[in-house]
């Protein structure tokens, strides 16, 4: 699959969806990604990849961790050629609720590289996250830990300093921000100040209609990347 990384919504469930609902909401979220011409990371249980991936066609169906190991001995452990082969085009590495060592970090983010799976990399504050950010991720999450799950955005100069900041260090990464991020109109503004995409997990599954928010952060995230790219040509 093709497709452009920014601007992006990354519909994250963790692991309160399994099985038929996971693949309800991952359907709403194929039909956003068509309708609005974004790009969406939709994260699930490794068990869920195939199922998901088989009767999806838009989507980037995400991993939500992987290890540095290589086929062979690993008993238990999350071989990165089986997540390829069941149709992961993309992977969380160092969530705030699955951390790793910066040695394990390293590795796995080259194996994924060997393989052609995009990294969604998560940093818990603008210092780790410019520490990261010379890794070379394909997308740097940069947000506060604390502010996970709460519903309280961070404020816009920590949305500025961080994706500024990042970006001096490289600006081929795409910027993510989205601790606390619950509404469309919180995912409008990250974007609108500076971010390439942002997601959700609580500001989805807690929605009366959770296919229905999907649809509302999609559209508003297509929007505000639009407007903020429209404002940059006329300032030139």
Known sequence: MKYSLTPFLVVNPKSY????????????????AKKYGLTVFFTCPFADIR?????????????QHMESLRPGRGMGHI?????????????????????????ELCKTMQRAREL????????????EGLAIAELGPDILLCEPTDLIGTGQTADDSYVLEACGQIRKVNPEIAV?????????EDCYRVVKLGADG??????ILKAPDPALRVH??????????????SERRQQK
């Not at 969806?17 to 956003?32: M, P, Q, W």
């Not at 199922?51 to 991993?63: D, S």
């Not at 050629?81 to 992977?91: D, N, P």
């Not at 052609?116 to 210092?127: F, H, L, N, P, W």
Request: glycine residues 6%.
């Open 17 to 32: 969806l399994y099985g038929e609902k996971s693949l309800a909401l991952a359907k709403a979220a194929d039909e956003a």
């Open 51 to 63: 199922l998901i991936r088989e009767n999806t066609e838009e989507i980037v169906v995400t991993a």
């Open 79 to 103: 071989l990165p050629e089986s997540l390829k082969e069941a149709g992961a085009e993309a992977v969380f590495l160092n969530h705030a609720e699955n951390s790793m060592t910066v040695a």
């Open 116 to 127: 052609g799976i995009k990294t969604i990399v998560c940093a818990d504050s603008v210092a």
């Open 176 to 184: 993510m921000i989205a601790s606390g991020v619950t509404t469309a």
């Open 198 to 203: 942002t997601g959700a997990t609580s500001g």
């Open 216 to 229: 509302e952060m999609a559209e508003a995230i297509a929007r505000a990347y639009k407007e903020r790219k």
